[in-house]
């Protein structure tokens, strides 16, 4: 048997996570359309549900490794020494600081509100 190589991975991993992350959209979607009428009440007890919970958890695990692993490609194609000169280092290591900062802060920030 055959093993992937890197690029055929990060492939497969950015697809699989999209896949998550509209399957999430649609689910959320589907049960917003289908209430007679939203209100506070609802809606929290909507999120109070444990798979809900848990759903919408890897909905944001999901957006997390999407994330990462898309912008690990933009920088890596884009953050160059043909654009950066001999700052492309710095400036893709500012980057990925920033999108890994982004990425912590959501995620934390969605746990500690879904749970």
Not at 29 to 46: H, L, Q, R
Not at 64 to 80: C, K, M, P, V
């Amino acid at each position: 048997m055959r093993k992937f190589g890197p690029g055929t991975k990060d492939f497969i991993i950015i697809r699989l996570s999209a896949v998550l992350i509209l399957i999430y959209s649609i689910y959320l979607t589907a049960s917003v359309v289908s209430a007679a009428g939203i209100n506070y009440k609802e809606w929290s007890s909507f999120f109070q549900s444990p798979i809900n919970k848990i759903l919408t958890s890897a909905f944001f695990l999901a957006f997390a490794i999407h994330t990462w692993r898309g912008t690990w490609a933009i920088a890596t194609d884009y953050l160059t020494p043909k654009f950066f000169g001999n700052f492309d280092k710095y400036a893709y290591l500012v980057f990925r600081l920033f999108v890994a900062a982004v990425i912590a802060l959501v995620l934390t920030w969605s746990f500690f509100i879904i749970w």
